[in-house]
């Protein structure tokens, strides 16, 4: 199970990224571009929003049965797991990171759907989803994806 759960994990990142990519060029095009705020505009930040949720729940549950997450803190103790950067980027730094990520393209989410004119939606779906997409790229495991 943990090997079928990390495998979709790391796939499943690939369309999260891409999504989340042409969610904030999308948002910011409409916003600099004063453009009209489309039925297409909503989707994309509605499925964007979906697929970073259901990379969450794929998440956290790795999260509890990898040797990396909960149980390396657990096995070795937060004193050696801060110590080591490898084992600090699994069990604490991509979590939380991605958690904010997720926090961010939700509150994005929310936020421009109370928005009545299509300027400022766009506004709050680039600032939101930039930072969120900032984040995501800050904390991913690089070293494991290309090796």
Do not use: C
Request: hydrophobic content about 55%; overall charge positive; proline content about 3%.
């Amino acid at each position: 199970m943990y090997t079928t759960l990390q495998f979709i994990h790391s796939w499943w990142a690939y369309l999260v990224l891409f999504m989340a990519l042409i969610a904030t060029i999308n948002a910011l095009a409409g916003w600099f571009g004063n453009k009209e705020y489309q039925p297409k505009d909503f989707r994309i930040s509605l499925f964007t929003l979906i697929v970073t949720h259901i990379q969450l729940l794929i998440g956290l549950i790795l999260y509890f049965i990898s040797p990396l997450g909960l149980k390396s803190i657990s096995n070795n103790g937060m004193s050696a797991v801060m110590k080591d950067a490898t084992l600090r980027l699994y069990a604490v730094e991509h979590i939380t990171v991605m958690i904010l990520a997720v926090i961010l393209i939700t509150i994005g989410y929310s936020k421009h759907k109370k928005k009545l004119v299509s300027k400022p939606k766009f506004k709050t779906l680039s600032i939101f989803y930039a930072l969120a997409l900032i984040l995501m790229l800050s904390r991913i495991p690089w070293q494991q994806w290309f090796s």
